[in-house]
Nanobody, 122 residues
Framework: EVHLVESGGGSVQAGESLRLSCSASGFTFRDYAIGWFRQAPGKERELVSLISGKTDNTYYINDVEGRFTVSRDNAKNTAYLQMSSLKPEDTAIYYC???????????????WGRGTQVSVSS
């Protein structure tokens, strides 16, 4: 059975940092790209960052480029999203998801975690 579990969310002040983790089991982790998505209240879910399965190619949306860093440890079946210089507009539920494609679209992702809340106050 596939499991994706996010952790590391919390409440911080603007300018602070958090590191999210996505722990995976039940499938061959290295065969999948990992996407980090977020959904703020009243808004659609959006891709934040993406990392490929084996080559460590990465992608970031403009809003987080230079502030967030995505990484993965295939030996530990875990992906990370290091978030620095957090802003109030980063407040959202953050999800990790996996796909065998290289895609920015949520519909292309096969498995999802339940999410972790990130709240940034000014």
């Amino acid at each position: 059975e596939v499991h994706l579990v996010e952790s590391g969310g919390g409440s911080v002040q603007a300018g602070e940092s958090l590191r999210l983790s996505c722990s995976a089991s039940g499938f061959t982790f290295r065969d999948y790209a990992i996407g980090w998505f977020r959904q703020a209240p009243g808004k659609e879910r959006e891709l934040v960052s993406l990392i490929s399965g084996k080559t460590d190619n990465t992608y970031y949306i403009n809003d987080v480029e230079g502030r967030f860093t995505v990484s993965r440890d295939n030996a530990k079946n875990t992906a990370y999203l290091q978030m620095s210089s957090l802003k109030p507009e980063d407040t959202a539920i953050y999800y990790c998801a996996v796909t065998k494609l290289w895609s920015i679209y949520a519909r292309d992702y096969d498995y999802w975690g339940r999410g972790t809340q990130v709240s940034v106050s000014s």
